[in-house]
């Protein structure tokens, strides 16, 4: 009797032993079938922005700086995009095709004496072959008549090439509270 228990015992075993060993297989191929997950190494990364699309940005924060320091409609007019697809929005305020913006800009620099915009933290990344997002810290310094007023904010723009230009298609500027 003895004997048969020993036996019963030992196929008992031997028997879990074998489902713990195929599911642990099993759990293996699965695994294997699966990658088993993706690690930092394995992430695809983005393609560095080509530096004909960087040069291209900062030529237009360039002109986009010199037009607003120089208080100018007709000088920042041939950095945008003028149809309906266009949107600034300043400080929460969406100004939507060009018609739009060109009077938040008349209006805007009516206001001022003189604009000075510093501009630090650029980052250029390209989004295909034909757009790219541009974000900047500014330090934006307006004076109107005995008045001075300083704003540090953030400007985003997303830029579209268009035949040879790259053209403003959307800007974001906002500041934070004072």
């Known amino acids: 009797m003895y004997a048969n228990n020993f036996r019963h015992g030992f196929a008992v075993y031997h028997t879990r032993q074998m489902k713990t060993r195929i599911a642990s297989f099993g ?8 990658g088993g997950g993706q690690t930092r190494d394995d992430k695809p990364s983005a393609p560095p922005t ?41 400080q929460g305020q969406p100004y939507k095709a060009w ?4 009077g938040y800009l008349t209006g805007f620099f009516s206001r001022f004496d003189a604009v000075r915009l510093d501009l630090a933290d650029i980052s250029v990344v390209a989004l295909g072959d034909d ?12 004076r109107g008549g005995s008045t001075s007023v300083k704003e540090i904010g953030i400007l985003s723009l997303t830029l579209s090439r268009v035949g040879e230009r790259w053209l403003i298609r959307t800007e974001h500027f906002s500041y934070g509270l004072r």
Request: net charge negative; charged share 15%; glycine share 2%.
């Open 99 to 102: 018609t739009s913006v060109e």
């Open 131 to 142: 757009a790219a997002q541009v974000t900047a810290t500014v330090t934006r310094e307006l």
């Open 27 to 34: 759990l293996v191929l699965v695994l294997a079938a699966c």
């Open 50 to 90: 080509p530096e004909q699309v960087v040069s291209a940005a900062k030529t237009v924060l360039e002109q986009y700086e010199q037009g607003y320091e120089v208080l100018s409609v007709a000088a920042l007019q041939p950095l945008y995009l003028e149809d309906l697809d266009l949107v600034v929005v300043v």
